[in-house]
């Protein structure tokens, strides 16, 4: 038993780098004040290059590890890759944010709860074992509860914190008890025994329903899909810009890979013949996929229709937030490794045009000391560069050729009408071309709109150099996309294969 521990352990080491650089991050508090300001930010960031060392050794491997608690495979390596790009670049934006150096932040801690979120969305995508689905979705809820108020300064984001917490402990707590009903039906936590038990067909498929609706409740609450979603637009507007953008990005992601395997390992029947290659086929009497298919189009809608109201560009972004939720949600109802191939490589683009638009909103906000779109007014005219950007970055939101989020969408609708889903397809490209308005609206406010002064403020090379490398791939990748669609492909085709 030592010895598998031991043996264990030699696969968590990029975990483990980072706890100890979280323990690290925290000892900074004892040195003096005004020199600690940034020195929890260059160990973080050295934390995460070291831990980003670990992880590319890591390509390849598929083992399951802790007893079959931990899987560290090309799926969950997948997801790594993109929790320590968001973590690295998350450091480097909280290290210019004026809201940040203006309120009385503790930096030590505020950067051990971005490692410490991270080491817990890590866990997230490997979590192959309920109980280690449930602590790990803890650790990562913990920390954004905790997060999302740090600037006490700010009243929003005390309202932000509090509602965030009760509807985290009212959804954590369903998804409890969709817990203890699968281990009281199949006796077992691990996601591979669940599926040994489901195939035996000795469990009431009512009872299975219902816990699989309550375990959707717990997961469908971290991704903000609707109905769960009403923490998402007053968290993203109370806290920090940074730590939204930390949000919106690792959060979600890592909801989806737990949701994926949880899915795809305990309630897929690997003994049944699929009808085209690359399907999987579900058990029968246990139609979730109608029920993933529903919270799809109703999270689309919902965020891009309320979206549409918005004044407050984090709040527009929250809202276009959940409605990408809608949108890759649609990949998984179609039960085909394209379908997920698909969910992975817009995962990378979502990445790229949302921390890209959060940077531009932090960037206004610390120039202009506003979130309105009203203060966008002339940005064009102001701060061309900044303008341009924050366009290239909207329109690939919207899905818009030449960006990377075209593409993304386009392999998500593909695999639906591969699988005859056309209707939702269909229901997608109207809810893009919905999204395009309140985008536009934007893009009009910097272009169109006169600004109250013709001041012209321009950004550092520092600054600059970070939009056009947010910018370059949003560009360059709907040109050449081959090896991020041949990654994501590759994660999936090993996935679940223990």
Do not use: C
């Not at 991050?25 to 260059?42: C, D, V, W």
């Not at 690792?250 to 690359?278: E, M, N």
């Not at 560009?313 to 179609?334: D, E, N, Q, W």
């Not at 600059?464 to 996309?481: E, K, R, S």
């Amino acid at each position: 038993m030592a010895q598998t521990i031991y043996q264990s352990f030699g696969y968590v080491i990029p975990e483990t780098v980072l706890s100890i650089v979280f323990v690290l991050t925290l000892l900074t508090a004892l040195i003096k004040k005004g020199r600690s300001r940034h020195l929890p930010a260059y160990i973080a960031m050295a934390g995460f290059i070291v831990a980003g060392v670990f992880v590319s050794r890591q390509a390849g491997v598929d083992q399951l590890v802790f007893s079959g608690m931990y899987a560290v495979d090309p799926f969950s390596w997948f997801f790594k890759v993109i929790f320590l790009v968001t973590g690295i670049l998350i450091v480097i934006f909280s290290m210019q944010s004026r809201e940040l150096a203006e309120g009385s932040t503790k930096y030590s801690e505020y950067y051990s709860l971005i490692i410490s979120l991270t080491i817990g969305a890590f866990f997230m995508a490997g979590a192959s074992n309920l109980l280690m689905m449930y602590l790990s979705l803890e650790l990562v809820s913990i920390s954004s509860y905790i997060l999302s108020g740090f600037t006490k300064e700010n009243p929003r984001a005390d309202e932000a914190s509090l509602k965030y917490v009760i509807y985290g402990a009212f959804s954590s707590g369903l998804m409890l008890y969709g817990i203890s009903i699968l281990y009281g039906l199949t006796g077992s936590l691990n996601f591979y025994a669940l599926n040994q038990s489901l195939a035996s067909g000795t469990s009431s498929q009512v009872t299975l329903l219902v816990a699989i609706v309550l375990m959707l409740v717990g997961l469908g609450y971290k991704i903000s899909a609707v109905p769960f979603h009403f923490w998402t637009p007053d968290v993203y507007e109370g806290a920090p810009v940074t730590v939204t953008a930390f949000l919106s990005v690792t959060s979600k992601a890592a909801g989806f890979a737990l949701l994926i395997r949880f899915f795809k390992i305990g309630f897929i029947d690997v003994g049944a013949q699929p009808a085209v290659a690359g399907m999987w086929e579900i058990f029968r009497g246990l139609n979730w996929t109608d029920i993933i298919a529903v919270l799809s189009v109703l999270t689309m809608t919902v965020g891009n229709l309320v979206a549409l109201w918005q004044s407050n560009m984090k709040r527009l972004l929250a809202y276009s937030s959940i409605a990408h939720a809608g949108y890759i949600l649609m990949g998984f109802v179609t039960l085909t490794d394209q379908g997920i191939s698909a969910m992975l490589m817009y995962f990378v683009a979502y990445l790229l045009m949302n921390l890209g638009a959060f940077y531009i909103v932090m960037l206004v906000a610390n120039k202009y000391h506003t979130e309105e779109i009203d203060g966008y007014a002339g940005l064009g005219y102001r701060s061309p560069y900044a303008a341009f950007a924050l366009a290239v970055f909207l329109f690939s939101l919207t899905g818009i050729p030449p960006t990377f989020g075209f593409v993304g969408k386009l392999y998500l609708f593909a695999a639906l009408i591969k699988t005859n889903y056309i209707w939702l397809a269909i229901v997608g490209v109207l809810n893009s071309v919905v999204s395009l308005y309140y985008y536009a609206k934007v893009v009009r406010s910097m272009y169109l709109v006169q600004p109250a002064e013709n001041t012209r403020i321009e950004f550092g090379f520092g600054t600059n150099l970070m939009m056009t490398i947010l910018m370059v791939p949003n560009i360059a990748l709907m040109i050449y996309f081959t090896p991020i669609l041949s990654w994501a492909e590759q994660s999936v085709r090993m996935f679940g294969l223990h």
